[in-house]
């Protein structure tokens, strides 16, 4: 019954930006966690970022730590993640999913609502 519907995804060179949004409808538990997973064809979805439900705990991919800010608004049950810095291996597929318990938010069994996906292509 929860909806998650991701949005900001697009085409942009190396070394620029984009702002993904994760909205959260449809559900009755106002403490939810959320995470941000990605997938290109042929693999898994690999983890990207995390946060618990008062924003006092983040998690990241090595990869885009230092580039990539996991933020909400619970005001406006929306998840963000600002990505920055973008490289050519941040191309794929991202998916935002929440559940209102998660014992490793790193672990994408763990959530139990996801989104379309929203695709990120960046160029060289």
């Known amino acids: 019954q929860v909806r998650m519907v991701e949005s900001g995804g697009g085409l942009v060179q190396a070394g620029g930006s984009l702002r993904l949004s994760c909205v959260r409808s449809?559900?009755?538990?106002?403490?939810?966690?959320g995470g941000w997973f990605r997938q290109v064809p042929g693999k898994g979805r690999e983890f990207v970022a995390a946060?618990?439900?008062?924003?006092?705990?983040?998690y990241y991919l090595d990869s885009v730590k230092g580039r990539f800010t996991i933020s909400r608004d619970n005001a406006k049950n929306t998840v963000y993640l600002q990505m920055n810095r973008l490289e050519p291996e941040d191309t794929a597929v991202y998916y935002c999913?929440?559940?209102?318990?998660?014992?490793?938010?790193?672990?994408?069994?763990?959530?139990?609502?996801w989104g379309q996906g929203t695709q990120v292509t960046v160029s060289s």
């Open positions: 999913g929440s559940k209102d318990w998660i014992r490793d938010f790193k672990i994408a069994s763990g959530y139990d609502s």
């Open positions: 449809g559900g009755t538990v106002d403490r939810w966690h």
């Open positions: 946060i618990n439900w008062r924003s006092d705990n983040t």
